[in-house]
């Protein structure tokens, strides 16, 4: 791997052997992409995307007028109050438009009833849902005009603007925070975050902060002065401490122990005294002693893909590789620090699995690439489980035998639930897959325990649920997708999530095309229908976190690191926009500080 400051490209077209080269028709990996071709190519992309939703959507709206009119000239005394002409100058009412076309979806197709729709226990539904679906854009003014929200503290990391701060939303004021730059680090991509219990956080509390480094600073198409051969490798593990008056570096764990991870990270719900942090641009997901900060496990995720071209190296299949790693015995230290271990230069955005299979997302080793960036908790802590988003599925882990693989649950709708895990020596496991049709993104356990749910994304864009009620998760199988009949092809795309208290709803976030305008879905778990979906709220709207009186879900936008931001707060009760605070934008992630133990199964430790 490059030393800081050398940019870390690949050399040679990759084939999944030493010195061979990639056939032209297979899918090449560039010899050098820099960020700003990257930049270039998603913009573009985003442009179709855009363009191919607003299409969709107009002529939605335009069939379903047509069909209403039909409706009422054949119902001359039924007068629904609306025509084709009003639902587009709604449309233009909106704050984005690719939002507003779902008006007239709504307002033809009747509201949120189940019926029609269900997704039952028993069977797997594999088409979208038909009952009518809610659509409320909301008021772009909203704001909370200093109502409480609660005697709880919200903490919230600020990406690109290298810090995390916390919000007390008994009042609504800033409590304290914390920048990186102060500390040495250059290049602070303060990206997820998770705290442990405190019964008082208002006068203080703990958490860790992963950092991401390296290009991912280029990537968003901010005019810098930066460059990929200067720009500093960061990728720091943090742990922090709030005393009541400000917040303070504890330790740089990536120092402690030469693990540089920079994405999600998740604290055990069962005794809040154990947390991982797993690394997609480098594989790694491992497991840390909150008190110690010994590495209680490390696990490195390769692909060997069927084909040795990009292109298909994830479609037709191929084998996953989980092993155990371990620190160098003479210094106890692994050699991770920094972006030592980056198989791509910069992370995959979301919704950019697809970039990689392009060959516009460089790095040492793409096509060993399988996208493990975050490891979610059971509720009751029995089970891990590591999201491999290339894979679309994920690996169960076993912390009651250090970690070690058990099983692999498989999303997409059209495969099969479970691939076997076999293991190969006491520390290698592999998963043969025969195809992959689609990549995954986030994963979620509800609190009750009783689901676990997948977000399979670009390809099937769907949400994917398994019941994991059974002891043994070699038992675990699908039991429905939800699918929304506007999901179609990339977007809107289903995105982060969080569950009420009692498991019965889920929020997800729902990703529409750059610029437009994002929101928040309801969706019922006893059913696995879709109730209602709130439009508007803000671009690029990122996780949901949940008051733990169960009153407020808190969803943050960070308007693609420099646009439009704020924090949308929804009343769970009506589920309903009751307010926007101010942010100061960047938001990647949001967290509420628990104040008990039992807190913990709401938090990112169990959703993502």
């Not at 491992?286 to 990009?310: I, Q, Y």
């Not at 920094?338 to 230069?345: E, F, L, Q, S, V």
């Not at 020596?425 to 043969?432: E, G, M, N, Q």
């Amino acid at each position: 791997m490059a030393k800081r400051g050398q940019r870390t490209t690949t050399g040679k077209p990759q084939r999944g052997a030493p010195g061979v080269q990639v056939e032209p028709e297979g899918g090449r990996v560039p010899a050098r992409v820099s960020p700003e071709e990257f930049v270039r190519r998603r913009t573009e992309v985003e442009q179709q995307d855009h363009a191919a939703f607003q299409t969709y959507v107009a002529a939605k709206a335009d069939a379903d007028a047509r069909k209403a009119m039909a409706v009422a000239m054949a119902a001359p005394t039924r007068r629904r109050g609306f025509s084709r002409r009003s639902i587009f100058n709604a449309a233009v009412g909106t704050a984005v438009v690719a939002e507003a076309g779902v008006l007239g979806y709504n307002a033809l197709n009747g509201s949120g009833s189940t019926a029609g729709g269900t997704h039952t226990a028993g069977a797997v539904s594999t088409a979208p849902q038909r009952a009518g679906i809610a659509r409320e854009v909301v008021d772009s003014r909203a704001d909370v005009r200093g109502q409480s929200l609660g005697n709880w503290v919200a903490l919230l990391p600020t990406k690109m603007g290298g810090g995390t701060y916390a919000i007390d939303l008994n009042s609504n004021r800033v409590l304290g925070s914390i920048w990186y730059w102060n500390y040495g680090d250059y290049n602070p991509i303060s990206h997820h975050l998770c705290a442990f219990p405190s019964s008082d956080p208002a006068h203080g509390f703990e958490f860790v902060n992963s950092t991401q480094g390296g290009q991912n600073s280029l990537i968003y198409g901010i005019n810098t002065s930066v460059t990929a051969e200067t720009v500093p490798e960061g990728t720091n593990i943090y742990r922090v401490r709030f005393d009541g008056t400000q917040m303070q570096l504890v330790e740089n764990v990536s120092e402690t122990t030469g693990l540089g991870l920079g994405v999600h990270v998740t604290v055990n719900p069962k005794d809040a005294q154990s947390y991982f942090v797993t690394d997609g641009q480098k594989d790694i997901a491992a497991c840390f002693d909150r008190t110690t900060s010994r590495v209680k496990a490390a696990l490195r995720f390769d692909w060997t893909p069927n084909v040795p071209e990009l292109r298909d190296a994830w479609i037709k299949g191929g084998t996953l590789t989980i092993k155990k790693i371990y620190p160098d015995p003479t210094t106890g230290l692994y050699d991770y620090k920094g972006t030592k271990g980056n198989k791509i230069d910069w992370e995959m955005v979301p919704m950019g699995e697809l970039f990689v299979e392009e060959g516009v997302t460089p790095g040492a080793a793409p096509l060993s690439l399988t996208g493990a960036d975050g490891t979610v908790w059971h509720p009751e802590g029995r089970w891990a489980a590591t999201v491999v988003r290339l894979c679309g599925g994920i690996a169960i882990l076993d912390p009651e035998k250090n970690f070690d693989p058990v099983a692999f649950l498989q999303f997409n709708k059209d495969s099969q639930d479970q691939y076997p895990v076999e293991p190969v020596d006491k520390d290698t496991w592999r998963v043969v897959f025969d195809k992959i049709h689609s990549p995954g993104h986030e994963i979620g356990f509800s609190p009750d325990g009783r689901f676990l749910v997948m977000m399979n994304n670009l390809r099937e864009n769907n949400c994917s649920i398994f019941s994991c009620s059974d002891p043994d998760p070699k038992n675990w199988r699908k039991v429905a997708h939800v699918e929304d009949p506007l999901w179609r092809g990339k977007y809107p795309n289903p995105f982060h999530m969080v569950f009420s208290l009692d498991s019965s709803k889920l929020y997800l976030s729902i990703l529409h095309p750059s610029p437009a305008y994002s929101g928040i879905m309801v969706v019922d778990t006893k059913t696995w229908t879709i109730i209602k979906e709130i439009q508007g709220i803000g671009p690029d709207l990122q996780t949901p976190a949940i008051t733990y009186d169960g009153k407020y879900v808190l969803t943050p936008f960070s308007g693609f690191q420099r646009q439009s931001s704020g924090i949308a707060v929804v009343d769970t009760a009506t589920d309903t926009l009751i307010g926007i605070l101010p942010s100061n934008g960047g938001h990647h992630d949001c967290v509420i500080i628990p104040t008990k133990l039992e807190h913990m199964k709401h938090t990112r430790s169990c959703t993502l």
